[in-house]
DNA sequence: ACCTTCAAGACCATTTTTATCTTTTTTAGT
DNA sequence: ACTAAAAAAGATAAAAATGGTCTTGAAGGT
């Protein structure tokens, strides 16, 4: 139940990578693929996305790639994950775009509202700067 | 990220309105399907199950049904949960079956590991009888 | 010009989800 | 015994999500 997918897991990966350079190395695509064992194609994809919402930077042509567009220190893992897999949600009645009729009367609703918080605070309380550090290759 | 399924959901509702009937009371797939809307083929394969883990007991014939096999006060909301959704956990690399070869060195394991273990903590603590007793109609 | 590298979008196989349908077995009541 | 009711079991299947690949285009460096 509740598992991250391949996507979430590649992007975690992928920016601890680029986390782990000096602050503002470009890297090359296919070096953070192989070395973070993720296809590249599909990284491509992630990264095309981290992109878009700032997390990183990309550099076309010779010389291109990608680096951490702001340090480490200051992207969450909950950032992280909830760019690639949407809003952290244990059930559908606790997600953002819920429709729960029953909110107000169901405790379930409220038990699932927990673990949502618990979780979303612990991956707030994590940055990637702490998991590219302790992090062994 | 993380979602219940509708297959969950349906246990989850489904039980509860067994609970919510007289301890001992044997009731139609048929009712509790309605009254929980669920679809009704749906819900027998997901009380097959909970017939056999003993969650419930199963009647046939003409006034059969199904009614709870044990007090709603000793079923916790994770066991109902992870019968039907498998273990509670937030990536693979904590799952019981799995095989993370790093999880002597990886930080984010530690971090999923705290996630699975408050979810889990917090489903535990909560009983269908609670639930039952709670929740409106 | 030409090579390198990312961007964008189409495409696709597999798996999971969300069921349904049919047949069989069990049981109660007559 | 017979019959109707009800769950059990298994086959089937549409739809969606997952986990990618491929092609073409655009941008940048030499």
Redesign the pocket.
């Known amino acids: 139940?509740m598992e991250l997918?391949?996507?979430?897991?590649?992007a975690v990966r992928g920016i601890i990578h680029l986390a782990r350079q000096p602050y503002g190395t470009?890297?090359?695509?296919?070096?953070?693929a192989e070395a973070a064992e993720?296809?590249?194609?599909?990284l491509?994809?992630i990264?095309?996305?981290f992109?878009?919402l700032g997390f990183i930077n990309?550099?076309?042509?010779?010389?291109?790639?990608?680096s951490l567009a702001r340090p480490a220190a200051e992207i969450t893992l909950r950032q992280v994950v909830e760019a690639v897999?949407g809003p952290i949600a244990p059930n559908r009645c606790v997600a953002p775009a819920g429709e729960c009729v029953r909110s107000a009367t169901c405790t379930v609703h409220t038990v699932w509202r927990q673990v949502q918080l618990q979780a979303q605070e612990t991956l707030d309380g994590v940055t990637i700067e702490e998991l590219a550090r302790e992090e062994s290759p």
Chains 1, 2 share one sequence.
Not at 26 to 32: D, T
């Open positions: 139940m997918t391949r996507k979430g897991e590649y470009v890297v090359l695509l296919g070096e953070i993720i296809p590249q194609t599909f491509a994809k990264f095309q996305n992109a878009k990309s550099y076309r042509g010779t010389g291109g790639g990608f897999e």
